[in-house]
Structures are given as C-alpha cells and as structure tokens.
C-alpha cells in the first residue's frame, strides 16, 4: 500500500509540473521565432530614400551563399553511415585481392554495414523522443540498450577482422585494412558517446523505466 501511495503521489505531482515545463518550452523558442513580439531595431531600419530593408538582416541570418540556396549539412548519423559503406567498398577489394580470405572479409564487411544501420535507426529512434518525455519518464533506454548490444557485435566483427589482417599477404592491403578497422574504431567511439549524450539529465521516472527495459 505505502508503495501504491507513493508511485500515485509522483504521478500526481508530474501530472502538475506538465504545464509548467511545457510553458517554459514555448517561452524559450519564443526567444528565436518571428511575431513573438520581440523585435530587433536593427532589422527594421530603412535607407532613406529607397524604402528597402538595410542588408542587416542578410548579415545576421548568415547570408553567404550565391542565388540565396542553403546547403543542407548531413547528420552525424547519415555521415557515419556513408563512412562505414565506405569502408565495407574498400574491404569487398581486399576480399577479392585475397581469395583464400575473401569470404571471411566479406561476410564481416557486409555484416558491419548491416549492423551500422540498425545501430543508426536505434539511435535515431532514441533521439526523437521530446524533452517533456525524457523529463518524465527519461530516455529511450529499450532503443539505447539495442545500441549498446549492437556496439558489442561491432567490437567482436572488429576483433576478427584484426585477426584476419595478420593472415593477408599483400603489404598494401594490410595497411588498407588497418584504415578501415581504425574508421570503424573511430565511429565507435562515436556511437558510445552519442548514448552516453541521451543518457545524460534528470527525469522523475527514469529509473523506473530503466528497471522495466531490464
């Protein structure tokens, strides 16, 4: 009964916190949105004369590109993608260089990439869940813990690829090897920060949640 007591009076008291942090949401995008009636001076200035706007505006927004096109810029998420793809094109060459090693190399190569976009997908999956949820029931640790059971794969493809370097015969491929396990490395580490990043900040039930996904 006292445990009943307690998980009702938490939920009473997040169910009346809810406006407050989603008030205070709105108010801080409200900072950076149009005809939230905060108005900068310099924007509205005029040249005298010709009633067009002073290129003020232009420089504050970041103006830079010809024709007035915004380059889109990849996420982390779709630029390790193509860094693993990458790297599995290389290894498919050392496989076909070294036939008495090819279908090793090439099954944990197509592997890698196989579970590089799985990981991908869970972490996507994990970042797309809102401030107010994670406040409340914190992050998406059923979509994190896939992540970190798929890093674990990751390690062991990696430590039998190691191995197999040893046994190639052509010094150029070695090294090309030891380019791609360090790629892989790297975006690795990569992957183990970006869950330590959603696993960070405070929520009143994370550590519910977290015992139910165990």
């Given at each position: 009964m006292k445990t009943k007591n307690i998980f009702t009076l938490l939920f009473v008291f997040a169910f009346l916190l809810a406006p407050a942090f989603s008030n205070a949401q709105q108010e801080q995008q409200g900072i950076h949105e149009a005809g939230t009636g905060l108005e900068n001076p310099e924007l509205k200035e005029t040249n005298q004369g010709t009633g067009q706007a002073v290129e003020t505006t232009g420089a504050l927004l970041g103006e830079g590109n010809q024709g007035g096109v915004d380059e889109e810029v990849p996420s982390q998420g779709i630029t390790r993608r193509n860094r693993v793809a990458n790297a599995v094109q290389e290894m498919e060459g050392i496989a076909i260089r070294n036939a008495g090693l090819g279908t090793q190399i090439r099954t944990l190569a197509q592997n890698q990439n196989e579970n590089q976009n799985q990981m991908e997908d869970a972490l996507q999956a994990a970042q797309q869940r809102s401030g107010f949820a994670k406040f409340l029931i914190g992050p998406n640790y059923g979509?994190?813990?896939?992540?970190?059971?798929?890093?674990?794969?990751h390690n062991q493809n990696l430590e039998e690829l190691k191995e197999l370097r040893n046994q190639i015969q052509i010094s150029s491929d070695q090294v090309l090897l030891d380019q791609q396990i360090q790629t892989m490395e790297e975006i690795k580490v990569e992957l183990e920060e970006a869950v330590g990043e959603e696993q960070r900040g405070f929520s009143l039930f994370g550590w519910l949640n977290r015992l139910i996904v165990r």
């Open positions: 979509q994190l813990k896939d992540v970190e059971e798929r890093l674990e794969n």
